[in-house]
């Protein structure tokens, strides 16, 4: 028998390449896909998953505590990828972000505690750290959250740590850079970029655009989490990053370059509040189990830019519906 998965937000950007990951790495594994569909959760990314009989899909919220019950029992792994994840929205309504960022943390991670599930992995940020003005920060650098986005993840981590030391349960916190890759929802900075470009339309650029991010391609990052559920040492936190940090002008020049346009279709736009400088994190725990990222921004970023060019299909519809 393969191990039953329960992963929360597979039907988002990283959660759903997490889920064909395991599909196709452990032939034999399950999964239970427990997502609400919020803007964010795509119905024609689980319809694609659901080509797989070892997947089923359950609608429903992470602060259901009847419904998470339900799922827990029989699980050996949870992965916790639900979350409310873009920082504008965070500043224009923050409470949403509580309540399912930590509210719902603390209902999955309590079930899985009480049904004795052997690994959980919470899926979190760089972001916690805050700005990161030189060098990178280790994971027990201090948390400094400068959204209420951040502030969310940061305080399901402790919530999560808090765990191990109240009741000896002993989770994984992963705290990774910016993602990018297919099916990221096209209101993040690539695919926008790349969508509005592609239709002909400006990109709006906050700020300067000098503002550095350290670039990961999604496959990469769930490499890393598919090489934690088995080789992670229960109650560690791990940072997850490529080590390869961007401005966002040069990143927005390098999808320029690769949609055929020019430095006309750059909207220079006021600055967003709370806008962290830099990120960027020592990642040299993971690394020592053997992992690294395997793609380059350099390769990625174009492969990235010809899937969102032959996938309208599936981002057009997303777009229209926000317009």
Not at 73 to 94: L, M, Q, T, W, Y
Request: proline share 4%.
């Amino acid at each position: 028998m393969g191990r039953s998965y329960l992963i929360t937000g597979g039907a988002g950007f990283i959660g759903s390449n997490f889920v064909r990951m395991v599909l196709d790495r452990e032939p034999d594994a399950t999964v239970t896909n427990l997502d609400l569909l919020t803007y964010a959760g795509v119905k024609a990314t689980v319809d694609e998953l659901d080509v797989s009989e070892r997947h089923a899909f359950v609608r429903g919220d992470i602060r259901d505590s009847e419904l998470v019950d339900s799922l827990m029992g029989g699980k050996d792994v949870v992965v916790n990828f639900a979350a409310e994840s873009h920082v504008d929205r965070s500043i224009e309504g923050p409470a949403v972000f509580l309540e399912t960022n930590v509210v719902g943390t603390g209902v999955l991670i309590d079930a899985a505690r009480r049904h004795g599930v052997d690994r959980y992995v919470q899926v979190s940020t760089d972001e916690v750290y805050g700005s990161i003005a030189e060098g990178f920060a280790g994971e027990d650098a201090p948390l400094l959250p400068s959204s209420p986005y951040s502030a969310s993840k940061a305080g399901a981590d402790l919530l999560v740590e808090s765990y191990r030391v109240t009741f000896d349960y002993p989770a994984i916190v992963t705290r990774c850079t910016n993602n990018y890759g297919p099916y990221q929802f096209p209101e993040k900075m690539i695919p926008l970029f790349v969508t509005n470009l592609q239709d002909g339309k400006k990109v709006p650029l906050y700020g300067d655009g000098l503002n550095e991010r350290d670039w990961l391609y999604v496959e990469d990052h769930c490499s890393a989490i598919h090489l934690l559920v088995d080789a992670g040492t229960p109650g560690e936190i791990y940072n997850i990053g490529a080590n390869a940090q961007v401005a966002n002008l040069d990143l927005t020049n390098m999808l320029l370059e690769l949609t055929g346009r020019d430095d006309s279709y750059i909207d220079y736009v006021a600055d967003r509040p709370g806008h962290d400088r830099r990120y960027a994190v020592d990642s040299s725990k993971i690394r020592a189990l053997g992992w690294q990222p395997e793609h380059s921004i350099a390769e990625r970023l174009a492969t990235t830019v010809d899937w969102y060019r032959s996938r309208s299909d599936w981002w057009q519809p997303l777009k229209e519906a926000r317009a």
